[in-house]
């Protein structure tokens, strides 16, 4: 039997010291030390040896016992050293590796065209202001000049959300908005910038959403003469200092006098060409000076303020900027698109 042991403890330990797993040093232990592993049936084969011999015997499975977990102990440890290392050297990260490049997003070309204007009115002192986009009649129409049944709301139909709310046809409520929180006692010198809605079929140049920029100056003693420096300005340094620009007698509900702007056409210089249709000129904006009754119901006393405004289309002005022939381009989200004016 102590030949027997000795033999268990030899095959033990080697197979410990072949094995490359840990699930094999479990395998192992089970068939030496577990409950019907080698180790167990030999021990329980004691009852038949004599007196003399159990103790001997005994104590001799013992040494075998301690032996193999010693063993199986340390080899334990060794694998899972070396197991830890192995995960360690997959899992390592080459720092020296070039870098993926980075996909850079920019700003919508409406976007750009929009921050371009507000830059240029910032510089000549006016403010950015912001509204809602769900507007109540009342400012989007009644404070405008344009009460319940005016033939000119026919042509800004829009989306209503009840009678009384809608989609804002233009911006202009949030110029009355501001005239009213500055109550009638300071300049007001903005321009808004923003999305607005009209009931249309959408075409190449028509979009039921759209983009518009207004801006306002009110204040005592000014006059029609500064709109045109004011646009004028604007139209060079928009468009190139080259361009001339020109104001026709229009009609708008809430200015009187009301004009349209036109800047000579770069393409022909004037001669007329099919980008100006002929004519020379380009149609760029509307404009005029503010209607006494919007003064006074926006809470300025038209008698000592006067105001200009005038208004226009970042999508039409990116059009003829830079030759965008569908409006409809701008709100497709076609990536192919929008990337030819990402900036580098
Ligand atoms: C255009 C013409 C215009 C205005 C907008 C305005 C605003 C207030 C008072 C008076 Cl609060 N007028 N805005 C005036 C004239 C023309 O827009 O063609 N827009 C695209």
């Given at each position: 039997m102590k030949e027997q042991l000795e033999t268990i403890q030899k095959e033990a330990l080697e197979e410990i010291k072949k094995a490359e797993e840990l699930k094999e040093l479990q395998g192992i232990k089970v068939a030496y030390l577990?409950?019907?592993?080698s180790l167990t049936q030999v021990l329980r084969g004691?009852?038949?040896?004599?007196k003399e011999e159990r103790p001997v015997v005994g104590e001799k499975a013992n040494q075998v016992r301690e032996a193999i977990t010693k063993s199986l102990d340390e080899e334990t440890a060794n694998l899972e050293k070396l197991e830890m290392e192995k995960q360690l050297e997959k899992e390592a990260i080459d720092v020296t590796l070039p870098g993926r490049p980075i996909k850079v997003g920019g700003a919508h070309l409406l976007t750009q065209i929009i921050e371009e204007i507000e830059d240029l009115f910032i510089g000549m002192g006016y403010e950015v202001r912001e509204g809602p986009e769900v507007e109540t009649d009342y400012f989007n129409f009644e404070a405008l000049?344009?009460?319940?049944?005016?033939?000119?709301r026919d042509m800004q139909d829009t989306f209503y959300i009840t009678e009384e709310l809608l989609m804002r046809t233009h911006t202009s409520p949030v110029q009355a908005r501001t005239m009213l929180e500055y109550e009638g006692d300071k300049p007001v010198k903005m321009i808004c910038p923003g999305k607005v809605y009209r009931r249309d079929s959408d075409d190449a140049t028509h979009s039921h959403q759209f983009t518009q920029i207004e801006g306002l100056y009110v204040d005592k003693h000014v006059r029609m003469s500064d709109l045109k420096g004011t646009l004028d300005i604007f139209a060079k340094k928009m468009f190139g200092e080259d361009r001339k620009i020109r104001l026709r007698p229009s009609y708008f509900p809430f200015t009187e006098p009301s004009v349209e702007m036109d800047i000579s056409c770069k393409v022909c210089q004037g001669k007329g060409c099919s980008v100006c249709k002929g004519s020379g000129w380009i149609e760029i904006l509307g404009g005029g000076m503010v209607h006494p009754n919007v003064l006074q119901v926006a809470g300025y006393d038209p008698d000592i303020y006067t105001g200009f405004a005038f208004g226009m289309g970042p999508d039409r002005i990116a059009m003829l900027k830079y030759g965008v022939?569908?409006?409809?381009h701008f709100y497709r989200n076609d990536i192919r698109f929008l990337q030819q004016f990402h900036q580098a």
């Open positions: 577990g409950k019907k592993g004691m009852g038949k040896l004599s000049n344009l009460p319940k049944g005016h033939p000119a022939d569908d409006i409809r």
